[in-house]
């Protein structure tokens, strides 16, 4: 007879093999259950064509905590992070080009071409976004305030709002502004140059199906930015070898302790007895008990699909029912046979553009007018894209020569409207998107070899993100920090004793971050002693 479970978790994401790791760590007995072939979630690198392989979904790299990467000992187990050259390239509609990053005097000197100004204000905004992102980094591991957990609840409200209330009245300011408003008004607060304020305004809708001018948008601008690689704050890298490789390593450092990793194992429910959540059945049948159930998918997906409506408050389920996912996200991996040629720089030969996130967007109009035809018609007839190519900085993905790239594209309806289907359309999508580039990149479509295709119906079946949502529920300021997924459930604390959500429908929310699995781990192993007495009871 094999020993008891101290847990079980739903989903082999990035959070729950981080989640998992720290039980485990704790002398827990965890096992975790993966619906796919491949642990990882949507973080993994698979081949999608003859001898190319990407990043399938997440494709890039720089919320990954510090403490998670340090304590996992990420590294160790052969993840290396190289940084961009550069963070972003973006061609103007007038032939012109905008480079992003590679330092501060780098980056006034590509304003200057837009903009004095804005060349000259540049630091006092970076200044004023890196003071609010570290509050933001600060509370990022920390479990928020539960509305109604008195006095507990309280003091912790008190403790993390103490950062916050030490900032200057400028820096207040700034942070009311960032929760608050538009990505278009705070920008239009700093910058006059239009290809400047796309080049922040971008963030703003990257998983956010909505416009840079819907107030709190400029919220999902700053938590793009409060993340770093290598200890460089604010940056962005790759991964050696892809997503997977961190997942790679996150899973060589649960096996060492004991965690059980079952694969091709969909959890079909969550079993509960008495109020309590018990254990899970398998879509095969097998039945799992554990005195932990931790659910690593989205709040949509475990609510509305691994639950008997029977067993769940009716409050609670209309509250379910009104939570938000939907990122308006399309995802593509392309075959190259060579570089893209870009018109407004031409070469084909690597620089330092082909390095960064090349972003189709000149403009936040643009962005307003890709989120305005989604609504309308279900897709941008001129698509947001952001373009990476991995394989110029990591030749494990492609044969010598060639080349793979990342296309991450918005605004696309998570649901179609007039009844017709992702299934039909996502083919004509994709064409779209590839024309779109190719505007850009004269030789990008008859360089591409072969294509992979996730619209918002294919992330949603393969990786289990309702509505395609990347960030498992909508960044909006009535789902974050002490509201998300819920009020009153913000301490990875599900509706029912024994349940937890470990992912990123909780605190602090999307990204390959690794935050909520810590934090949910936290908050189980404060658990323990309570609840191994009630089973003992039991």
């Given at each position: 007879m094999t020993a008891p479970l101290d847990a079980v978790i739903i989903g082999g994401g990035h959070n729950g093999l981080v989640c998992a790791f720290y039980l485990a760590r704790a002398g827990m007995k965890v096992r975790i259950l993966e619906r796919r072939h491949v642990v990882g979630g949507a973080a993994v690198t698979e081949e999608f064509h003859p001898g190319?392989?990407?990043?399938?979904?997440?494709?890039?790299?720089s919320l990954l905590n510090p403490k998670v990467i340090a304590d996992m000992e990420l590294p160790r187990r052969g993840l290396r992070i190289v940084e961009r050259p550069i963070s972003n390239f973006l061609p103007q509609e007038d032939g012109g080009y905008l480079k992003l990053g590679g330092g501060l005097e780098k980056t006034q000197a590509?304003?200057?071409?837009?903009?004095?100004?804005?060349?000259?204000?540049?630091?006092?905004?970076?200044?004023?976004?890196?003071?609010?992102?570290?509050?933001?980094?600060s509370?990022?591991?920390?479990?928020?305030?539960?509305?109604?957990?008195?006095?507990?609840?309280?003091?912790?409200?008190?403790?993390?709002?103490?950062?916050?209330?030490?900032?200057?009245?400028?820096?207040?300011?700034?942070?009311?502004?960032?929760?608050?408003?538009?990505?278009?008004?705070?920008?239009?607060?700093?910058?006059?140059?239009?290809?400047?304020?796309?080049?922040?305004?971008?963030?703003?809708?990257?998983?956010?199906?909505?416009?840079?001018?819907?107030?709190?948008?400029?919220?999902?601008?700053?938590?793009h930015v409060f993340g770093e690689v290598n200890g460089k704050k604010g940056a962005w890298g790759h991964a050696i070898g892809g997503m997977g490789a961190?997942?790679?390593?996150?899973?060589?450092?649960?096996?060492?302790?004991?965690?059980?990793?079952?694969?091709?194992?969909?959890?079909?429910?969550?079993?509960?007895?008495?109020?309590?959540?018990?254990?899970?059945?398998?879509?095969?049948?097998?039945?799992?008990?554990a005195a932990r159930v931790i659910s690593n998918v989205g709040p949509g997906l475990l609510y509305n699909k691994l639950f008997d409506p029977a067993d769940l408050d009716v409050e609670f389920k209309r509250r379910v029912k009104g939570f938000k996912a939907g990122s308006g996200t399309f995802r593509m991996n392309v075959a190259l046979s060579e570089l893209p040629d870009f018109t407004c720089l031409p070469g084909k030969t690597v620089g330092e553009h082909h390095q960064s996130g090349v972003i189709l967007a000149p403009t936040l109009d643009y962005m307003d007018r890709a989120f305005l035809d989604a609504k309308q018609y279900g897709m941008s007839k001129a698509p947001i894209v952001e373009m990476l190519i991995p394989s110029t900085v990591d030749d494990s993905l492609a044969p010598a020569g060639q080349h793979v790239a990342s296309l991450f594209?918005?605004?696309?309806?998570?649901?179609?409207?007039?009844?017709?289907?992702?299934?039909?359309?996502?083919?004509?999508?994709?064409?779209?998107?590839?024309?779109?580039?190719?505007?850009?990149?004269?030789?990008?479509?008859?360089?591409?070899?072969?294509r992979q295709i996730l619209s918002p119906l294919d992330l949603?079946?393969?990786?289990?993100?309702?509505?395609?949502?990347?960030?498992?529920?909508?960044?909006?300021?009535?789902?974050?920090?002490?509201?998300?997924?819920?009020?009153?459930?913000?301490?990875?604390?599900?509706?029912?004793?024994?349940?937890?959500?470990?992912?990123?429908?909780?605190?602090?929310?999307?990204?390959?971050?690794?935050?909520?699995?810590?934090?949910?781990?936290?908050?189980?192993?404060?658990?323990?002693?309570?609840?191994?007495?009630?089973?003992?009871?039991?």
């Open positions: 190319f392989r990407n990043s399938v979904a997440s494709y890039t790299v590509e304003f200057r071409k837009f903009s004095h100004h804005d060349a000259e204000v540049l630091p006092a905004y970076y200044e004023a976004l890196e003071g609010v992102a570290d509050v933001l980094r509370l990022a591991m920390k479990t928020p305030p539960n509305a109604g957990g008195g006095l507990k609840s309280l003091l912790a409200a008190v403790v993390q709002g103490g950062p916050l209330a030490t900032l200057s009245l400028s820096k207040q300011r700034d942070v009311l502004d960032l929760f608050a408003k538009s990505a278009r008004s705070f920008l239009d607060g700093w910058f006059e140059s239009e290809a400047v304020k796309a080049a922040f305004g971008f963030d703003a809708v990257v998983g956010n199906y909505a416009s840079p001018d819907t107030p709190g948008s400029a919220y999902v601008l700053l938590h961190i997942t790679g390593a996150m899973r060589q450092a649960c096996e060492e302790l004991g965690v059980q990793i079952d694969l091709d194992a969909p959890v079909a429910r969550v079993l509960v007895d008495n109020g309590r959540a018990v254990g899970v059945r398998l879509e095969s049948g097998e039945e799992i008990r594209c918005q605004q696309f309806a998570p649901v179609l409207p007039d009844g017709r289907s992702w299934d039909d359309e996502r083919e004509a999508a994709a064409d779209l998107i590839i024309d779109t580039v190719t505007k850009h990149a004269p030789n990008f479509k008859a360089s591409i070899l072969g949603e079946r393969t990786f289990g993100l309702a509505g395609g949502d990347i960030m498992h529920g909508a960044m909006s300021m009535d789902q974050l920090w002490a509201a998300r997924p819920f009020l009153g459930q913000a301490d990875y604390r599900g509706p029912l004793t024994g349940l937890y959500l470990c992912g990123a429908g909780a605190h602090p929310g999307g990204g390959v971050t690794g935050a909520p699995g810590h934090n949910a781990a936290m908050e189980i192993l404060s658990d323990r002693p309570l609840l191994d007495r009630m089973l003992k009871r039991a």
